[in-house]
């Protein structure tokens, strides 16, 4: 079994020249794959405008006319791909051998009654991408794209997204929790979701707290805690799925603003 470490190596040099917001993504994409058991490699990042040639003339003519219509994989000249900014890339699923790969949109490998190649499609779009396989026009399934709103003409003419995306800083609501009868520091209300430091309920329900460096996430138990908010410095995870993901029960009083977990 591969480490996530090793599932995002493998992908590391298809993620240079990548716009630094979507690098994360795609990053954090490889990373929520693994989580859900499905191994994905990305073949294509950033591509230059020669490169992009390169690929449009496949199955074409040097007028840009289509002779072999079997060899096309680009619809797009150099400049017309998302790609050429940085802003898409493409994946294929990985085999857990590590080095094959399957273009396979029909492989269920997690075995959960659901196609892998959708799951990441799926995965993909709640992480804000745009996926190829939705096009009518040209349906792409391996591709993913961030334009951040800007058209392939306001690309062309010039207009480049933000290098950093806006920082969401978490307003704190005070919410007190008690854990097996002890009060323990404040939890936070982000986004509808208590938070609460991770240290402060793991260890109390006997959980093992690690950090996965590759990952930039907690572990409890060695696995990881996808939703994570770093809040000075310490790591806070929603207070209701990690406990009872270590077996208690959760209970929200909304007059008290107040959580009691019990184990
Ligand atoms: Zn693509």
Same mark, same amino acid.
């Given at each position: 079994?591969?480490?996530?470490? @090793?599932?995002?190596?493998?992908?590391?040099?298809?993620?240079?020249?990548?716009?630094?917001?979507?690098?994360?993504?795609?990053?954090?994409?490889?990373?929520? #794959?693994? =989580?859900?058991?499905?191994?994905?490699?990305?073949?294509?990042?950033? &591509?230059? *405008?020669?490169?992009? =040639?390169?690929? *449009?003339?496949? /199955?074409?003519? !040097?007028?840009? %006319?289509?002779? &072999?219509?079997?060899?096309?994989?680009?619809?797009?000249?150099?400049?017309?791909?998302?790609?050429?900014?940085?802003? =898409?890339? $493409?994946?294929?699923?990985? +085999?857990?051998?590590?080095?094959?790969?399957?273009?396979?949109?029909? &492989?269920?490998?997690?075995?959960?009654?659901? %196609?892998?190649?959708?799951?990441?499609?799926?995965?993909?779009?709640?992480?804000?991408?745009?996926? /190829?396989?939705?096009?009518?026009? *040209?349906?792409? +399934?391996?591709?993913? @794209? +961030?334009?951040?709103?800007?058209?392939?003409?306001?690309?062309?003419?010039?207009? &480049?997204?933000?290098?950093? @995306?806006?920082?969401? %800083?978490?307003?704190?609501? =005070?919410?007190?929790?008690?854990?097996?009868?002890?009060?323990?520091?404040? /939890?936070?209300?982000?986004?509808?979701?208590?938070?609460?430091?991770?240290? #402060?309920?793991?260890?109390?329900? /006997?959980?093992?707290?690690?950090? $996965?460096?590759?990952?930039?996430?907690?572990?409890?138990?060695?696995?990881?805690? +996808?939703?994570?908010?770093?809040? !000075?410095?310490?790591? *806070?995870?929603?207070?209701?799925?990690?406990?009872?993901?270590?077996?208690?029960?959760?209970?929200?009083?909304?007059?008290?603003?107040?959580?009691?977990?019990?184990?």
């Amino acid at each position: 079994m591969l480490s996530v470490d @090793q599932v995002l190596n493998k992908s590391q040099a298809s993620l240079i020249g990548m716009h630094p917001v979507v690098k994360e993504k795609v990053r954090e994409l490889i990373i929520r #794959c693994y =989580a859900a058991s499905i191994l994905i490699l990305i073949t294509s990042g950033f &591509r230059s *405008f020669s490169e992009q =040639a390169a690929i *449009f003339a496949k /199955g074409r003519d !040097n007028y840009g %006319k289509v002779v &072999r219509p079997k060899d096309v994989v680009s619809n797009a000249r150099p400049g017309r791909s998302m790609h050429n900014y940085g802003l =898409a890339a $493409d994946y294929v699923l990985l +085999m857990p051998d590590g080095k094959s790969v399957s273009w396979s949109t029909v &492989r269920d490998g997690n075995h959960n009654g659901h %196609k892998d190649w959708f799951e990441v499609a799926e995965i993909a779009k709640s992480l804000g991408f745009e996926w /190829g396989g939705d096009w009518d026009r *040209f349906v792409d +399934m391996p591709h993913i @794209q +961030m334009s951040f709103g800007l058209t392939i003409e306001e690309l062309c003419s010039g207009l &480049r997204p933000p290098t950093e @995306q806006p920082v969401m %800083k978490p307003k704190p609501i =005070a919410i007190s929790i008690k854990v097996n009868g002890k009060s323990v520091i404040d /939890g936070t209300l982000i986004n509808g979701a208590v938070f609460v430091p991770i240290r #402060c309920i793991g260890e109390e329900l /006997g959980g093992a707290i690690g950090w $996965d460096n590759a990952a930039k996430k907690p572990t409890i138990n060695g696995e990881l805690v +996808m939703e994570t908010a770093i809040i !000075n410095g310490s790591a *806070f995870v929603p207070i209701r799925s990690v406990s009872e993901g270590l077996g208690a029960n959760v209970i929200w009083c909304t007059a008290e603003r107040s959580v009691t977990v019990e184990k």
